[in-house]
C-alpha cells in the first residue's frame, strides 16, 4: 500500500491565534501589530486587510487611515496555544505528527484509511475538526511529507494529490511557495528565478538539471525536487505534550463578570473541543487571572473544592481559582456555569486584563449505570445543584458528613459531597429488611445550645428557666443522670460535661431533653431534644 | 367545517317545545365539531391513575399501616415535640441509603444530629446535607450584614432557602428520597409556606422515583400531601412505662426510648377513605 501524508498549514497564523478568541472579527480587516510603540509594524494581516491595501511590513501610522481596520497586538501565548490546538487536531487521527513550525503539521496517514475512509474523507475530517478548534486551514494530501505541505501552501481548502500527479499538480504554483520564510538566502534565489523569467513551479521543474546542479548548487536540485513531488525523506514525529491551556490577552480592562463569562465561555469551548480531540476528559479546571491592580490576600479555599488565591500589591498581580470536580466531566456550558457561581462568590475585585484557563486532562468515565440500580444524580447536574445550594446556605453548610474519632460533642466535619456509585443490588430482602427492632430514639440538636437556668434539688435538676423560649422550662417532671464524661485535657480545647435526661411537660405534651452542665465554665445547656 | 347558527329557537318565532331536541343536537353537533374540543377525552374515558410504587419506611408499623412511602408524592409526618417524628425521619433515611438511593436532607434549622443518624445506620455517603441559616460573613468583609439589612428582610430567612434548596434538589432529579426537616420551625413561618409551593413540589417529584418527605408540627403541606401521618407524644402516664423505675437513683435511671403512637390522617394511595387508623411502635436509645 503506497504511503500517504496529510498536511495542515493555517494561513496568516498570528491572525488565526488571535481570530480564534474573538471570531466576530472574522469578516472584518484585522491587522496584527509587532514591536513597541510607537515603532509598531504590521506582523500580519487577514485577506480583507490584505485587499484594502495592508501587507505586512507598514507601519501602524500607516494604516491607521484605512477605515474599518481593526488593530491588534500580536499574543505569543494565543499563538502557542492556537499550536497546541492544531497538534491536538492532528493527533486526535494519527500519532505520527511532525511540526514543521507553528503553522504547519504534518501527519502521517498510514492505517487510517479503514478507520476513517478514503484520502479525500480524511483531508475533510481534518479541516473540519481544525474548523471545530477555531481555525480556518489549508489541507493536504501527498505521498510525501514535502509535497502535502507545498500544496497545502500553495491550495486553499482541500487538496488530495494522487501518485505520480505530483509535479502535474504542484507546476501551477508560484515559485514563492517553496521559499516560504524571508531571510536573505531565499530572497536573493528568488531574485534569481526572477531574472531568469522563472514564475511558477513547472518552470522549474522544466530546467536542466546539471545547468541547475551548476548555478544554484545542491541547493537548486533540491528545490528543483520539491517542485517534482520528487522528494523523499522520513517523518519526525513529535512527543505528545498534554498541555490544555488557552489564554486571552485583552484589549481593555474588564470590570464586569458578564463579559467575563462570555469569555469564559468560549476559552471552554475551545478547551473542550481540544480535549474531546483526543478523548480526554478533565476534573480540574484552572482559572487565572491577571488583574490590572493589586489586592490583599485572601484564602480562599472552600469545602467544595474551589481553593482561590488573590496576591498581595507587589508580589503578583493573580486572581486564581481552583475548581475540582468528583468525576470527569466534558460540558462547556456545566464548566461556564460552575466557574459563574464561583466567581459570583468570590469575585476578584479589580478589573482583569488577562485570562488563563487550563485544564487537567483525565481519562472519560466509562461507567454506564445498570438497570436496575437505583437511580443517581447525573453528576453534571449534581455539580451545578451543589454549586447553586452552596450560593443560597453557604459554602460550608451543604455537603455529606463524616464523623470524626473523637468524643468530644459534635465531632463531625462537612466534606464534599460525592456519592459513590451503587453497586450491584443485593437481594430485595436484603436491602428492605425490617428494622423495627432496631430503631433508634433520635436527638434534635439545638445549634446554638440553648442556655437555661437550673434550679437544683437534692444533688438533681428541678426546675429549669429558660428565658428565650418559654417552651423550654417549667417543673422536671423526670430526671437521669448525671453521665460524667470529659476529654482532650492535654489540650488548650479541653472539655468536660455532665448529662442529664430530662423531661418537662410542654403545651401538647412530655417533651424530652438533654441537659448539659459544663464543668469547665459551669453554664447549664439544653443541647438537643429526642425526638 | 358547517356554520350552524347559534340562535335560540325562540328568536326564531317558532315554538320552543317543538324545535328544543333539534336545537339541542345542533348545539351538540357544534361544539363537539370545535377545533379546541376535539381533543378531550369524556370522564367517563379517562383511565384510572395507577397507584404509585411504594417503599419501606424502615418502620414496620408504619408499612403496614400506609403500605409504604409512595414514590413521586409527598408524604408529611407531624407530631410536637419527642413525638418520635424524627426517629421515623431517620429510619427512612437508613432504609433509602441501604437501598442505595441518594438522599438530600433540607434541614431548615440545623437540629439533624450526625452521632444519631450513626447510630440509626445512615450511609453518610449518600446524604447530602443542607444546613439552612444565615451565611457566615467575615468580620472584614465588605458584603457583611447589617441591622438595617435584617430588619427590611433583605437576608433569606431559612424557610425561604429551604423552599429554594427543595426546588433545586428536586429539578436536579436522580435523588431516592428528600427530606424538609420543617421539626423546629415555628407554627407562624410553617403556616406562611404558600401552598403554591407545595403544589409545585408535589408537581416536580410527579412521575419520577423520588420521595419527598416533609417532617412539621402540625400538617403544612395540606392537600397535597397523598399520605398524612400524625405521631402523638408521650403522655404522662405512658412516661413511666418507658422509663426504668422510678425509685431507682437518678444515676441509676435510663431513658429506654420513646412510645410512639401513630395515627393515618390521609391517604390517596387507597381509594376508600382512610380514617383515623392507628399504630404504636417503640424507639430505643442508641
Request: hydrophobic residues 40%; positive net charge; aromatic residues 6%.
Amino acid at each position: 500500500m503506497n504511503q500517504y501524508f496529510a498536511c495542515i498549514f493555517v494561513p496568516d497564523f498570528p491572525v488565526e491565534a488571535l481570530l480564534r478568541a474573538e471570531p466576530k472579527l472574522r469578516s472584518q480587516s484585522l491587522a496584527v501589530l509587532e514591536g513597541k510603540a510607537p515603532l509598531q509594524k504590521v506582523f500580519a494581516v487577514n485577506e480583507n486587510a490584505r485587499r484594502a491595501g495592508v501587507d505586512p511590513g507598514m507601519s501602524k501610522l500607516q494604516i491607521e487611515p484605512c477605515a474599518g481596520m481593526v488593530l491588534r497586538a500580536r499574543s505569543l501565548p494565543q499563538e502557542a496555544a492556537a499550536h497546541a490546538a492544531l497538534l491536538d487536531c492532528a493527533q486526535s487521527f494519527s500519532p505520527r505528527v511532525e511540526a514543521r513550525g507553528c503553522d504547519t503539521i504534518v501527519l502521517d496517514l498510514a492505517g487510517l484509511q479503514p478507520l476513517f475512509g478514503a484520502l479525500p474523507k480524511i483531508a475533510r475530517a481534518l479541516s473540519r475538526r481544525a474548523s471545530d478548534l477555531g481555525l480556518e486551514t489549508n489541507v493536504a494530501v501527498a505521498g510525501t511529507p514535502d509535497t502535502a505541505a507545498l500544496a497545502a501552501r500553495g491550495f486553499s481548502g482541500v487538496t488530495v494529490i494522487p501518485e505520480g500527479k505530483e509535479a502535474e499538480q504542484l507546476g501551477s504554483l508560484p515559485v514563492e511557495v517553496l521559499l516560504g520564510n524571508s531571510t536573505q538566502e531565499s530572497g536573493q534565489l528568488l531574485e534569481t528565478f526572477s531574472r531568469w523569467g522563472i514564475r511558477k513551479l513547472r518552470d522549474l521543474a522544466a530546467l536542466p538539471h546539471l545547468a541547475l546542479s551548476e548555478r544554484l548548487g545542491q541547493a537548486g536540485i533540491h528545490l528543483q525536487k520539491l517542485a517534482c513531488g520528487a522528494t523523499s525523506r522520513t517523518l519526525v514525529p513529535v512527543e505528545p505534550v498534554l498541555i490544555f491551556e488557552e489564554v486571552i490577552e485583552l484589549e481593555y480592562p474588564l470590570l464586569l463578570l458578564e463579559p467575563l463569562a462570555f469569555l469564559l465561555g468560549r476559552l471552554l469551548e475551545q478547551l473542550c473541543a481540544r480535549l474531546a480531540a483526543r478523548a480526554l476528559a478533565t476534573q480540574e479546571l484552572r482559572l487565572c487571572l491577571e488583574l490590572e491592580n493589586g489586592w490583599q490576600t485572601e484564602d480562599l479555599s472552600t469545602n467544595n473544592g474551589a481553593t482561590g488565591v488573590l496576591a498581595r500589591p507587589g508580589q503578583s498581580r493573580l486572581f486564581q481559582r481552583t475548581l475540582r470536580l468528583p468525576v470527569p466531566l466534558l460540558d462547556s456550558r456545566t464548566f461556564l456555569k460552575l466557574l459563574q457561581l464561583d466567581l459570583k462568590a468570590h469575585p476578584p475585585g479589580a478589573p482583569i486584563v488577562k485570562i488563563r484557563l487550563a485544564a487537567e486532562p483525565v481519562r472519560p468515565r466509562a461507567a454506564q449505570n445498570g438497570l436496575f440500580l437505583p437511580p443517581s444524580p447525573e453528576p453534571e447536574k449534581l455539580e451545578l445543584t451543589l454549586a447553586r445550594i452552596a450560593g443560597i446556605v453557604g459554602e460550608d453548610k451543604v455537603g455529606s458528613l463524616e464523623l470524626l474519632d473523637t468524643h468530644r460533642p459534635g465531632g463531625f466535619r462537612m466534606q464534599r459531597f460525592a456519592p459513590s456509585e451503587p453497586f450491584s443490588p443485593r437481594r430485595h430482602r436484603d436491602t428492605e429488611r425490617d428494622d423495627s427492632d432496631d430503631l433508634v430514639t433520635a436527638l434534635r440538636i439545638f445549634r446554638p445550645p440553648v442556655d437555661v437556668a437550673v434550679t437544683m434539688q437534692d444533688g438533681k435538676p428541678a426546675y429549669i428557666n429558660c428565658p428565650k423560649n418559654k417552651e423550654m422550662q417549667g417543673e422536671i417532671l423526670w430526671v437521669a443522670g448525671p453521665w460524667r464524661s470529659s476529654g482532650d485535657w492535654w489540650e488548650q480545647e479541653a472539655w468536660a460535661r455532665d448529662e442529664w435526661d430530662i423531661a418537662v411537660q410542654g403545651e401538647a405534651s412530655i417533651a424530652l431533653y438533654r441537659l448539659v452542665r459544663d464543668r469547665l465554665g459551669g453554664r447549664w445547656i439544653l443541647e438537643g431534644m429526642y425526638d | 367545517m358547517s356554520s350552524l347558527p347559534l340562535v335560540s329557537p325562540a328568536a326564531l318565532g317558532r315554538p320552543v317545545a317543538v324545535v328544543a331536541s333539534t336545537w339541542r343536537t345542533l348545539v351538540f353537533k357544534r361544539l363537539s365539531a370545535m377545533p379546541k374540543l376535539a381533543g378531550v377525552t369524556p370522564a367517563s374515558r379517562l383511565d384510572v391513575r395507577p397507584a404509585p410504587q411504594t417503599v419501606p419506611s424502615g418502620v414496620r408499623e408504619i408499612d403496614t399501616l400506609t403500605g409504604g412511602l409512595p414514590r413521586g408524592c409527598l408524604t408529611e409526618i407531624c407530631g410536637p415535640a419527642s413525638s418520635g417524628r424524627t426517629s421515623v425521619l431517620l429510619a427512612a433515611l437508613s432504609a433509602a441509603t441501604r437501598r442505595q438511593e441518594v438522599c438530600a436532607l433540607v434541614d431548615i434549622s440545623d437540629a439533624f444530629s450526625p452521632h444519631s443518624a450513626a447510630a440509626a445506620g445512615v450511609n453518610f455517603e449518600k446524604m447530602l446535607w443542607v444546613r439552612c441559616g444565615e451565611i457566615k460573613q467575615k468580620a472584614d468583609s465588605p458584603q457583611r450584614h447589617t441591622d438595617t439589612e435584617k430588619k427590611n428582610g433583605k437576608i433569606e430567612k431559612p424557610v425561604e432557602q429551604a423552599l429554594r434548596v427543595t426546588d433545586l434538589l428536586l429539578q436536579s432529579g436522580g435523588f431516592g428520597l428528600v427530606i424538609i426537616d420543617l421539626g423546629d420551625t415555628p407554627l407562624k413561618m410553617a403556616r406562611r409556606i404558600p401552598l403554591t409551593s407545595w403544589f409545585r413540589f408535589q408537581r416536580a417529584v410527579e412521575h419520577t422515583a423520588t420521595v419527598l418527605f416533609v417532617v412539621s408540627q402540625v400538617p403544612s403541606a395540606r392537600t397535597c400531601a397523598s399520605l398524612l401521618l400524625k405521631v402523638s407524644g408521650t403522655k404522662l402516664s405512658a412516661l413511666s412505662c418507658q422509663l426504668s423505675a422510678e425509685t431507682s437513683p437518678a444515676h441509676a435511671q435510663l431513658l429506654n426510648g420513646l412510645q410512639v403512637q401513630g395515627e393515618l390522617l390521609r391517604s390517596r394511595l387507597e381509594r376508600k377513605p382512610s380514617g383515623s387508623v392507628t399504630t404504636a411502635f417503640i424507639t430505643k436509645v442508641g
